[in-house]
């Protein structure tokens, strides 16, 4: 028999992508920075955004995974309003470091 590297068995749950005390204080109105990094084979190439919290979901992409939910590959996505007023969207990964700066009044 080929295999695919497909999972055959039973489906497992959906694991958070971040620690859940984290996610939780990830609300509207909430000031951030946050550190993604490329990892390379002997060094880390970061880049660090600060801003405040607009949206924070997971979001389904166009892509195909093998046996996750709905069978698509589902991303934290993190939108941010920048001092300069720009809104970006992140898309968070287990690379993503994020620092609360405080928290909402």
């Not at 992508?17 to 390379?40: N, S, Y």
């Not at 955004?49 to 979001?59: A, H, L, N, P, R």
Request: net charge negative; glycine share 6%; aromatic share 8%.
């Amino acid at each position: 028999m080929i295999s695919f590297g497909f999972h055959t068995g039973p489906r497992k749950p959906i694991l958070p992508g971040m620690d859940v005390a984290i996610r939780e204080q990830l609300k509207p109105g909430v000031k951030v920075k946050v550190t993604q990094q490329i990892a390379a084979r002997h060094y880390a190439w970061p880049t660090e955004v600060s801003g405040t919290i607009v949206e924070f979901k997971q979001q389904e992409t166009g892509s195909w995974y093998a046996h996750s939910k709905d069978d698509r590959l589902w991303l934290d996505r993190l939108v941010l309003r920048l001092p300069d007023g720009e809104v970006t969207t992140l898309n968070l990964d287990d690379y993503t470091h994020i620092e609360v700066e405080n928290a909402k009044d």
